[in-house]
Structures are given as C-alpha cells and as structure tokens.
C-alpha cells in the first residue's frame, strides 16, 4: 500500500518534537512536508533533524504558507499531495486548516482546541463553538479529522478511554492531574506560547460537575496531590479543552482538570492581570500606537522553544480515575512521567513540547495503518485506546497505571 505524504503545519517548540519524531519514524509515511508562515523557521527545524541523523536519506520540503487562509492551505495540500495534516501551529489557524482539509479530502489532526483571537473563554462546550459545527462536512467528504491529539488534550482523553474500556463498568469521576515540576532556570516564562497560555487562566474556570457545568475563578480551588516520581504538589483547578470533549462522552461522571502552580507564578499573573496587560483588546498608547497588551507581554517574555538547555526535572501528567465494576467502587491512576533533560537530548526540545509533539505523530501513524482512519470527526476519546498509548510507549511517552496490583506498565 502506497505511504501517506504527510504535511506539518507550524513550527514553534511542539512542531519541532512533531517534525524529529516524523522524520524518526519516516518509514511509515511518503513524502514529508512542512509549513510555516516563516519558511526559515521550518527551515531551521529540518537542520536541527540533520544534526541529530534523523530521516537520513529522506527529504523533508518546507514551504511558506499562511495558515489563516484556508484556500492556500488547500492549495498547498494539493500540490503536495498531502493526504495527513498534523496542524501543530496556533490555536487560532484550526478551523482554516480544518477546511483546507475539507476541501482536499486530507486527514486532519490538532493538538488543541479552536480559539477565536477575540474571544476568551467562550460558553461550554467549547469544542460545540467551532470543530464539532463541522462534523457533518467531515462525514460527507469522508475526512478524518482527529481533534486534541497531544497530551492534555489527547492522551489523557486515551487515559479515560482506558479506563472504560478495562477497568470499570461506571465511570464516576475523571481527575486530570498536570504537573510540570521542571524548572527552565529563568525569573519568569510559560512552558509554551505566552499568549496562549494566558488565554486558558484569564477567563472562567469550567469543570463539569453533578451534571452540569460549574464555575469558578482562576487559581480558587486547590488540592495537594502525592504523585509518583515528582512527589507532593498543588495543583489547582483549571479550565481545559479536554473537560468539554469529556464531559459529552462520559455526562454522568465528574469531569476536572487540576493545573500545577507555584506561588511565584501566581504572583506574576496576578500582577499582569490587574494592571491589564493580559488582556487581547487593543489600546490606544499617548503617542497614538495601538498595541494589543496581551501581545507586548509575549513579545518580552522568553520564547518556550529558548528553554529547553537549561531545563532540568520532570513532569508527570495523569488521570485519577474513579468508577464501579460489577457494583463495586474502584479506582485507578494512568499516567505518564516525562524528563526535560532526555526530551532535548534527544529532540532539542524541553519535555511540556515533548509530551505534546509527540502524540499527533502517533495519531498519523494510526491513520496511516488504518486503525484510525474513521472518515470523519473524532476526539481521542472516541477511539480504541490501548493501540494509541502502546504506540506512544515505542516512541518514547510510556503509560504506566497504578491500581489494586500496584504501580506497572499498562
């Protein structure tokens, strides 16, 4: 059977984990594409490949694309004939990228969920506000479309899956722990792009509770949790893409994110928050600029993909899961730890790009075999999961579980 040619959309800090992890499993596509608004970008990504001696003999083509115009995506999708798109730019670029495969008859696979630059925290579900509008086209053109394909969202929806699928009749609740207890050795920076790791913790905290969606502000509501490898942390509780997809497979079940922060990061945001220099409206300075606030702080913020030297510890990122079998209560805990120092020996990456550049590629190589080749709109959680997290363990994101038996690998 003929290999899918496949093209990489972006090129920050996740899409150079995608890009070597590609190039490192090159036999299972055709040709290798990548798309950035800045070719030299993707450039520099595929010199960084060569230097490790990945995808030798292979060529990887990278070309200048702007991913907000969903006709050029379609555009270079055909002249690529492209038949997998792993969009690992800016949540902003998915739906027209989502298009461009519509149109083409491409697979389709994202890392998280839709955002409209002017809009923050819209109404649950959010994944109901954009990608899930676009279910029936996807079915009609037969197009696989796999959305929240990276960690959290992605594997910790297979995590879920899992546990449904192997350990309980009933599931109650679903406790999504995320701990980056790394530390990148600067005064302050976010783990990934600024502007939209802010977006998440400005708005309102959703989780899905009792049946219906309950609010609460940023860092409100926290817990401490005693977690395998990185030890006793608090995490608190945060709003999520992976909650909303969640909460519409499983709506009897308590569905929750839990987000790690130390009091240093909270000061910070806090500080930027009340002086208004995390907000996505403009402003109008004395001399007449305009300028976004959210945008400036980005701009003098260190870049993610600057980090990764000098990182050093550990994350750990996981489900608690709660449920009965057979009319008895149980639970159990599946999760990954990830080390910042192996991910950039390795990849040049730090381990939060790691861990999320790592599963699309899974996800492709599955659509390129056909187990996930559905031909239309699917969240991770829709699909079997065992396959999915065995795949992740041979490229390097291990799943271990802790239940009745002890701590092991799945």
């Not at 005064?187 to 802010?198: G, K, L, Q, R, S």
């Not at 893409?241 to 000061?267: C, K, Q, T």
């Not at 050093?312 to 996981?318: A, F, L, N, P, Y």
């Amino acid at each position: 059977m003929e290999k899918p040619n496949v093209l990489i959309i972006g090129a920050g800090g996740v899409a150079q984990v995608t890009a070597h992890k590609v190039a490192q499993w090159a036999d299972e596509f055709g040709d290798i594409h990548m798309a950035s608004r800045t070719q030299a970008k993707a450039d520099a990504i595929v010199d960084s490949i060569r230097d490790k001696g990945h995808a030798q003999g292979r060529m990887i083509t990278t070309h200048a694309l702007d991913a907000m115009d969903s006709a050029a995506v379609a555009d270079l999708i055909r002249r690529t004939g492209t038949r997998i798109v792993i969009n690992v730019g800016s949540a902003f670029i998915n739906m027209t990228v989502l298009q461009g495969c519509i149109e083409t008859g491409a697979a389709y696979i994202d890392t998280a969920i839709h955002e409209d630059p002017a809009k923050i925290c819209e109404t649950p579900p959010w994944y109901a506000n954009y990608e899930w509008k676009r279910r029936e086209d996807c079915e009609k053109a037969g197009v696989t479309a796999i959305l929240g394909a990276g960690f959290d969202p992605g594997v910790v929806n297979a995590y879920a899956r899992l546990a449904e699928d192997e350990y309980f009749d009933e599931i109650t609740s679903i406790d999504i722990v995320d701990i980056n207890a790394g530390s990148h050795g600067r005064w302050f920076a976010t783990n990934f792009d600024p502007e939209i790791n802010f977006r998440e913790f400005t708005g309102t905290v959703y989780s899905w509770q009792g049946g219906t969606w309950r609010e609460n502000e940023m860092f409100e509501v926290g817990r401490e949790w005693d977690l395998p490898v990185v030890g006793r942390q608090t995490a608190y509780l945060s709003g999520h893409d992976e909650v909303h997809s969640l909460s519409n497979r499983y709506p009897g079940a308590d569905v929750r994110f839990w987000m790690g922060f130390g009091p240093h990061y909270i000061n910070v945001f806090t500080v930027l928050k009340n002086l208004g220099l995390l907000s996505e409206q403009p402003v109008t300075t004395a001399e007449g600029q305009q300028v976004v606030p959210l945008k400036v702080v980005k701009a003098v913020l260190p870049d993610p993909a600057s980090l990764a030297p000098d990182y050093t510890g550990k994350t750990c990122i996981g489900d608690l899961v709660k449920g009965t079998r057979d009319g008895k209560p149980g639970e159990v805990f599946i999760y990954n730890v990830a080390d910042h120092a192996d991910a950039y020996a390795e990849v040049g990456s730090q381990g939060i790009s790691y861990t999320a550049g790592v599963p699309p590629v899974a996800a492709a190589i599955l659509i390129a075999r056909g187990e996930w080749d559905v031909k239309r709109m699917a969240n991770v959680e829709d699909l079997p999961a065992r396959p999915f997290l065995e795949l992740l363990g041979d490229m390097g994101l291990p799943t271990r579980v802790i239940d009745a038996d002890g701590d092991r690998p799945i």
